[in-house]
Every structure is written in C-alpha cells, then in structure tokens.
C-alpha cells in the first residue's frame, strides 16, 4: 500500500496552505500548460486519479464532461472534495493506485495532476489505465520532473557565481526517494524520462505531447518568485493517446 501522507495532520494542514489548494486551479502556475493538453472533454467519461479536493473533477464538469470519477487515497482529500462538490454526475472514492483496477473500457480521459510519482509500480497503473480507455482514449497527467526528484537531498545551492542551482545526482538510479516536506519522511518513486515514456510506449500509448513546465514571461512579471523555475524543470506534463491499428 502506498504511504498515506496526505492523512497525516502535520502534512495535510501545510498542503491546504498552498495557493494552488487555496484558490484552485487558478492557482496552479502550469494549468494553462496542462489545459492545453487536453481534448475536449463534452459528453466524456473522467477519471482524475489523485483527484485531492476536486478542483479539476469540478473543472471537467464544468467543460461538459458527462461524468467524472475522483480517486484519491487520502480520507482528508475525499472528504473535502464531498463537501465542497454538489453535482450528482461526480462521483469520489478512496482508493490506492498501487491497488486501484478500473473497469475496462469504461472512460475516455484519465487525468492526473501531481500524483503518479507516489506510485510504486508506474508499469501495472498504466497498464491497467490503458485497458480502462476506451480506443481513441486520453492520458493526460502531470509529475514532478525527475532532473527535479532524482537527487537525495533536492534542495537549491548556490554556484561560483551565486546563482541557484539545483543538484542532479543519482539520477540513473531508480527508486524510491525520501524528502522532508512539510512533515518528515515523504515517500516518492524516481523514475528516468526514459522509463516514463518507455512504459507508456509498452503499455499501448502513443505520445500526444511532452511538456517540460516553464513559466511564461507574464506569469513570472506577475509573480516574480516563479523566476527560479526557469533554472530547472519541476514538472513533467505527458499527453498520450490509445495507440490503434495504423498509428
């Protein structure tokens, strides 16, 4: 079973103070980034594994998504999704994505923000994703980059020229990785870009688009802290498509 940090009190009263749990997707810097990825969802069957408050299931409903299930392993994110979600087409439900079997053929988007990189073993989830689409089927979710999760003690240092830097070691070494984050002994799976893309490749995923996420020029006069970000990718953003006959 996968570590259930966001039910630990000390964590989950530090995330809820992180802007993009506080306003939403509005506060999360790569939304347009990931927004752009997406197909258009009317009419469409959702699944957000990780689904944590509910702000992208309730996005989903928004955009015409016929319906949206939220998975989440934390009883703290499931129950605040519930509170804060009145719409009968969403449906919430704990579970763990080391364990989680979704029907066959049952949606047409699986979304994921953040979450993937808890997962232990990241070739069964996309398998069992991919056999959840239905052909034509979406994959969009997002990770911590690994150049930004490999190291053993990711954190910023300083160069000879005094400019932040951040340390890559251990990188072909995967694994796990744990880090102090709001609460001690985090627990997250470092995998290489190769092997994320490699068990998508294997699993029956075309690659749609790859996306290293940088802040815009705007984002970064608008919120001049975003300005470190441009030193090394944080996220990950992968759109992928059931692979057919002919692709």
């Not at 069992?128 to 997002?142: D, E, H, K, N, Q």
């Not at 984050?181 to 290489?192: D, L, N, P, S």
């Amino acid at each position: 079973m996968a570590q259930n940090i966001y039910d630990n009190p000390e964590f989950f009263a530090g995330y809820s103070r992180l802007p993009r749990q506080v306003q939403g997707l509005d506060g999360a810097p790569e939304w347009p980034a990931i927004r752009a990825l997406l197909p258009d969802v009317a009419g469409r069957r959702v699944a957000d594994l990780g689904c944590g408050f509910g702000w992208a299931a309730r996005w989903f409903r928004a955009a015409g998504a016929a319906s949206v299930l939220g998975v989440d392993l934390s009883r703290n994110m499931i129950a605040r999704a519930r509170a804060d979600t009145v719409d009968p087409g969403i449906e919430y439900r704990i579970a763990d994505l080391d364990e989680l079997v979704l029907p066959e053929g049952a949606f047409d988007l699986v979304y994921s923000a953040l979450t993937f990189h808890y997962v232990r073993d990241f070739g069964r989830l996309v398998r069992m994703i991919r056999a959840a689409l239905v052909p034509g089927g979406s994959l969009v979710f997002t990770i911590e980059h690994p150049i930004f999760m490999a190291a053993a003690h990711p954190h910023w240092l300083l160069d000879e020229d005094g400019r932040k830097t951040w340390p890559v070691n251990g990188y072909s070494v995967e694994g796990e990785r744990r880090t102090d984050w709001f609460a001690e002994g985090v627990v997250k799976h470092h995998r290489t870009l190769a092997s994320t893309v490699n068990a998508l490749i294997g699993a029956g995923f075309a690659l749609d688009r790859i996306e290293e996420f940088a802040p815009t020029p705007g984002q970064v006069a608008a919120m001049p802290e975003l300005a470190e970000e441009m030193e090394r990718p944080m996220m990950l953003l992968v759109s992928a498509v059931v692979a057919g006959d002919g692709d």
